[in-house]
């Protein structure tokens, strides 16, 4: 595979059977339904949410006009499928996902907009079901126009720079709602997604944690290096710090509105010494070894065998192989048992079935 300038689909497609098994295949035929990246991420990422599988189906059967006119950047559904995700921090990590309570929202609107919270918020003051408020609170965020936006989003920031309580990132490794704010503030001074330091929950993630995202959550990764893993899907619905499409409606109609407490994924040590992350999903598995050794057997799935630092050597069937940092290394699922010695950390990714 190595410089042959072939595509992994097209390859593991040469020998389905080998690669995947017929359990797998029984399930998704010929494909990988997982995605693994490394992000390194300098700035924050575009706000966005996925959607379930049911939504996915939907919208792609909903835009089949869209698609026979308009380029594929400008369709909401890119394929069929959900998207779950999940990230692992490789470094300390901040993340917005999330709605918060509706409650702490009001209260931080009504410190930071003297004038603007009455004009454009005062609702929050009615009695009315979380997810009715926190729906009405984005529907009326994503419908301002621009001139209504503008000197909103401009005394917001200016109050953010005067408040001088308001909590700091004084080394810079974990990121504030204040400091979040002023970092995005003269790339997108008319962009509603400025609000969402706000309205998302703030989540830090030390080394080694890990965090779950339902489809319909609203999120951001903020900073830090992470190693993501997906379904494999391009259903990305943007919400905003993004110079691409944001459908309003589209997004309303997918996002989660209740209040969304988020957790870290619990961690499981398996009986090779995996560390495996637990999340409730089907298309994907992720697994933590670090510096030892470990004796794989009973296998089922292909596997995606990342290593993120150091290398490994990896044996079957009595021959040896060196996995090297910053590669990536498939085993089939043919393959029923292996041994691997780590010397420094490396991922495997597989289909939980």
Same mark, same amino acid.
């Given at each position: 595979?190595?410089? &042959?300038?072939?595509?992994?689909?097209?390859?593991?497609?040469? %020998?389905?059977?080998?690669?995947?098994?017929?359990?797998?295949?029984?399930?998704?035929?010929?494909?990988?339904?997982?995605?693994?990246?490394?992000?390194?991420?300098?700035?924050?990422?575009?706000?966005?949410?996925?959607?379930?599988?049911?939504?996915?189906?939907?919208?792609?059967?909903?835009?089949?006009?869209?698609?026979?006119?308009?380029?594929?950047?400008?369709?909401?559904?890119?394929?069929?499928?959900?998207?779950?995700?999940?990230?692992?921090?490789?470094?300390?990590?901040?993340?917005?996902?999330?709605?918060?309570?509706?409650?702490?929202?009001?209260?931080? =609107?009504?410190?930071?907009?003297?004038?603007?919270?009455?004009?454009?918020?005062?609702?929050?003051?009615?009695?009315?079901?979380?997810?009715?408020?926190?729906?009405?609170? =984005?529907?009326?965020?994503?419908?301002?126009?621009?001139?209504?936006?503008?000197?909103?989003? &401009?005394?917001?920031?200016?109050?953010?720079?005067?408040?001088?309580?308001?909590?700091?990132?004084?080394?810079?490794?974990?990121?504030?709602?204040?400091?979040?704010?002023?970092?995005?503030? %003269?790339?997108?001074?008319?962009?509603?997604?400025?609000?969402?330091?706000?309205?998302?929950?703030?989540?830090?993630?030390?080394?080694?944690?890990?965090?779950?995202?339902?489809?319909?959550? =609203?999120?951001?990764?903020?900073?830090?290096?992470?190693?993501?893993?997906?379904?494999? &899907?391009?259903?990305?619905?943007?919400?905003?710090?993004?110079?691409?499409?944001?459908?309003?409606?589209?997004?309303?109609?997918?996002?989660?509105?209740?209040?969304?407490?988020?957790?870290?994924?619990?961690?499981?040590?398996?009986?090779?010494?995996?560390?495996?992350?637990?999340?409730?999903?089907?298309? +994907?598995?992720?697994?933590?070894?670090?510096?030892?050794?470990?004796?794989?057997?009973?296998?089922?799935?292909?596997?995606?065998? =990342?290593?993120?630092?150091?290398?490994?050597?990896?044996?079957?069937?009595?021959?040896?192989?060196?996995?090297?940092?910053?590669?990536?290394?498939?085993?089939?699922?043919?393959?029923?048992?292996?041994?691997? %010695?780590?010397?420094?950390?490396? +991922?495997?990714?597989?289909?939980?079935?």
């Amino acid at each position: 595979m190595v410089g &042959s300038g072939q595509g992994l689909d097209s390859f593991l497609k040469e %020998d389905p059977l080998h690669w995947y098994g017929q359990d797998h295949l029984a399930v998704y035929g010929p494909r990988l339904p997982l995605l693994l990246k490394v992000l390194a991420i300098d700035k924050p990422l575009s706000l966005q949410v996925h959607p379930t599988g049911e939504q996915a189906q939907r919208g792609w059967d909903g835009e089949r006009a869209i698609r026979e006119r308009l380029p594929k950047e400008l369709w909401n559904y890119k394929d069929v499928n959900g998207k779950p995700e999940m990230a692992y921090a490789l470094t300390p990590t901040t993340v917005m996902c999330g709605l918060r309570p509706v409650k702490t929202i009001r209260a931080m =609107l009504q410190r930071l907009l003297t004038v603007g919270y009455g004009r454009h918020f005062a609702f929050l003051e009615e009695e009315m079901a979380p997810d009715h408020a926190l729906h009405r609170l =984005l529907k009326t965020i994503y419908s301002l126009e621009e001139h209504e936006l503008r000197p909103l989003l &401009s005394e917001l920031v200016e109050s953010v720079k005067e408040e001088a309580s308001l909590p700091r990132s004084f080394d810079g490794i974990f990121l504030t709602e204040a400091d979040i704010i002023l970092l995005l503030a %003269d790339e997108y001074p008319a962009d509603p997604g400025l609000f969402a330091p706000l309205l998302l929950n703030l989540l830090h993630l030390e080394r080694g944690e890990a965090l779950y995202l339902e489809p319909r959550t =609203l999120h951001a990764y903020v900073k830090g290096d992470l190693i993501e893993l997906m379904s494999a &899907s391009d259903n990305v619905l943007r919400a905003g710090l993004t110079t691409k499409k944001v459908d309003v409606r589209e997004l309303l109609a997918v996002v989660e509105t209740s209040e969304q407490p988020i957790e870290r994924a619990p961690v499981l040590v398996g009986s090779s010494g995996r560390l495996h992350i637990l999340t409730p999903t089907e298309d +994907f598995h992720l697994m933590v070894l670090k510096s030892g050794h470990y004796a794989i057997s009973e296998r089922r799935s292909i596997e995606l065998l =990342l290593v993120a630092e150091g290398t490994a050597t990896f044996e079957y069937g009595g021959v040896q192989h060196t996995l090297t940092a910053g590669r990536c290394y498939v085993v089939a699922a043919s393959v029923a048992n292996y041994t691997l %010695d780590v010397d420094g950390l490396v +991922f495997a990714a597989d289909v939980p079935r």
